[in-house]
């Protein structure tokens, strides 16, 4: 199906006049969330972290530049739950980036406290996020697939029960991979007429046009806006971060930027280099430089103390970068599925 089958988004979308707050909740009242709410809020997700024995923990400095971004209305796309104490049960947050330009997104993200449990929250915080998307989708006025969207680590049952009784389907499916530092690297071998080099401030907005550029064919990405780039960047390791660059021209060929997450260490009980984003621009596919960028950041997480290289792949991604992490020696530890409505 084309763009021109569909029918108009506004038809598609259906989205409601007005948004329910959830009511009948005994000892809950409901407001946005803001920038202040950022050390409670942090406590909420690393408790439903904790009973869901997720592999990692979600930091303050995560949670506080999810408020980043001038795209995001917070007084409308988000809310809280509170109890008669001031402590935040439940949130819902809502995301529509900006970029999209092949489908449409609105991504719905939200958690009840483990002690709020077997109430009633979650359909209703969750119903609550599915109209907003629907809004938003449909304020975008971009005539393209549309998509609500909702990731979750398998382990978290609940959730997963929740999605599913709520109409959402997986789509996609991810694994997070880990390699041992105490063995023999691979060997860097870059290519001929390619040099890798650190990352830096000057080479930033050429990786993120050589990011979109390779990840345009990948399911599920969108480009990414400059403002959209330098989100999510409070954990970035820029000493763990490298670029290969055209020896001829100058031009990115490729790229690997690092995350650097200390305040998971003690939950997964060693010390990780996190590879955030990996990626090839096609001219340059096919001669191994994923390989070398990868035994490139190896090299530098051990010097560092490493014990561990990890990073998340798309079991489906039809690069085959599944089978290079394979067979660089990277192995599935954790995963989690992408749940969707289609629209």
């Known amino acids: 199906m084309t763009t021109a089958d569909l029918a108009p988004l506004a038809e598609r979308v259906a989205a409601p006049a007005d948004v329910r707050v959830p ?31 997720t592999p990692y923990r979600t930091s303050a400095e995560e949670v506080d530049e999810e408020f980043d971004g001038d795209w995001k209305d917070h007084a ?10 001031g402590v935040i049960r439940a949130y819902a947050r809502v995301n529509q980036p900006p970029g999209d330009a092949r489908v449409v997104r609105a991504f719905l993200d939200g958690a009840v406290d483990p002690l709020w449990r077997g109430r009633g929250i979650g359909r209703q915080v969750l119903a609550w996020e599915q109209a907003r998307g629907r809004q938003l989708l449909a304020a975008s006025g971009k005539e393209l697939p549309a998509r609500l969207a909702s990731f979750t680590d398998d382990g978290a049952e609940a959730t997963v029960r929740l999605l599913r009784a709520s109409g959402f389907t997986p789509a996609r499916f991810y694994a997070e991979m880990r390699r041992p530092l105490d063995v023999e690297l691979p060997a860097i071998e870059v290519p001929d007429g390619l040099s890798i080099v650190p990352w830096s401030a000057e080479l930033d907005e050429q990786v993120r046009l050589a990011h979109n550029e390779a990840f345009a064919d990948h399911w599920g990405s969108e ?37 650097r997450y200390e305040h998971d ?67 599935v530890f954790h995963s989690s599925t992408l749940f969707s409505i289609e629209l």
Do not use: C
């Open 23 to 53: 009511a009948d909740i005994d000892g809950l009242t409901w407001r946005p969330l803001t920038r202040n709410d950022v050390p409670a809020l942090t406590r909420l997700l690393n408790a439903v972290e904790e009973a869901d024995s």
């Open 76 to 85: 409308r796309d988000t809310l809280a739950g509170i109890d008669a104490d």
């Open 223 to 259: 480009p990414r806006t400059v403002e959209e780039w330098s989100q999510g960047r409070s954990m970035f390791a820029p000493r763990w971060s490298f670029v290969a660059v055209d020896d001829g021209t100058g031009e990115v060929a490729g790229y690997l930027l690092s995350g």
């Open 265 to 331: 260490w003690p939950v997964i009980g060693y010390k990780a280099g996190y590879t955030d984003l990996l990626g090839v621009r096609r001219a340059w596919r096919g001669r191994r430089l994923a390989r070398a960028l990868l035994a490139t950041v190896m090299a530098a997480y051990q010097a560092d103390g490493m014990d561990f290289a990890e990073l998340g792949v798309d079991t489906a991604n039809q690069t085959g970068a599944h089978r290079l992490y394979e067979g660089l020696g990277y192995a």
